[in-house]
């Protein structure tokens, strides 16, 4: 992009898209119009009606400073403060793991279960941005959740979130690792996590975006990715209902060793593995057993 050009936006989306292209980034056109829209203060849609305009200078530098991070490997939903998940959208920063299509596939079977069972309190562990709790809360009117996290700046985000989404009346946010912060309170119908699950080993090999960006804390499972969901299984029996559910997000190819640090847990019972849109076995569950 040179200076002295009057780009219009048509002009500044396609050469931004090509040039997005050629750095190999997933979306380059879907990168290139949330930068934009974010940068010129519009929807995406309206970038569309606006193809011929040109910018003022101030906003197509702004445009070419996020252009400049993202080429750097700073991941689109930091640099526009924002990501959708669950069709709400959510305010992120660097505090908090940008939430993922794949942790919708979690948030659908507790939906599912929840509406058929009647849940009324429901706890999520390892809440970051909030995206799980709340998303459960604005789907289960009749539900309160209870999420935590072990960081004090992720639930700030995560409140800010409930708040924006006028759900911060039912759902309580609490400090402190896994289910320390619940122990002696009323049981739950079900508990739900999407926990660090990275083997430490991999977390070096993982995109730029990823690595050098998002909280370590949210990604490092421990030497073989299990370290935190071992500790959620061993500490669930006591704080879940009987019939009461467990589900929880784990990597590829995690599943059957999950499944089977159930087995060996006095108090649950495996069901059968919950597969996402590209069919990975994505939510090991289980049930506390009378």
């Known amino acids: 992009m040179q200076p002295e050009t ?10 931004t898209a090509k040039y997005f292209a050629q750095k190999q980034f997933d979306s380059p056109r879907l990168d290139a119009e949330i930068l934009l ?44 403060g924002k990501k959708e998940f669950f069709g709400l959208d ?3 920063n660097q505090n908090v793991l940008i939430p993922r299509p794949d942790t919708e596939c979690l948030v659908d079977a507790a939906l599912r279960l929840a509406k058929k069972e009647a849940w009324k309190r429901i706890l ?35 409140r800010g979130n409930a708040r924006n989404h006028q759900l911060d009346t039912r759902v309580e946010f609490l400090c402190g690792s896994l289910l320390g912060p619940i122990v002696g309170r009323e049981l739950f119908d079900a508990i739900v996590s999407n926990p660090p699950y990275i083997p430490a080993k991999e977390i070096e090999e993982l995109e730029v975006g990823v690595k050098k960006y998002e909280p370590r804390s949210a990604l490092d499972g421990g030497p073989e990715g299990l370290d935190i969901i071992s500790e959620i299984i061993k500490q669930v029996p006591a704080s879940l209902k009987n019939g009461g559910h467990l ?44």
Do not use: M
């Not at 599943?255 to 597969?275: C, F, H, Q, R, Y």
């Open 6 to 15: 009057k780009w219009t936006v048509g002009e500044l989306l396609d050469w």
């Open 37 to 80: 829209a974010h940068a010129l203060k519009k929807k995406r849609i309206d970038l569309y009606v606006s193809h011929d305009q040109v910018p003022e200078q101030q906003l197509r530098d702004t445009f070419r400073e996020l252009v400049k991070q993202r080429t750097e490997g700073c991941p689109v939903a930091y640099l526009v």
């Open 90 to 92: 959510f305010q992120v």
């Open 124 to 158: 999520d562990i390892g809440t970051g941005s909030g995206c799980i709790a709340i998303a459960l809360a604005k789907h289960l009117p009749g539900s309160t959740v209870c999420a935590v996290d072990i960081s004090e700046k992720a639930l700030e985000v995560a």
């Open 247 to 290: 589900l929880i997000e784990v990597g590829v190819g995690q599943a059957e060793a999950v499944g089977n640090l159930i087995k060996d847990t006095v108090g649950l019972e495996s069901l059968p593995t919950i597969s996402d849109g590209s069919q990975i076995q994505r939510v090991v569950h289980a049930r506390k057993v009378f």
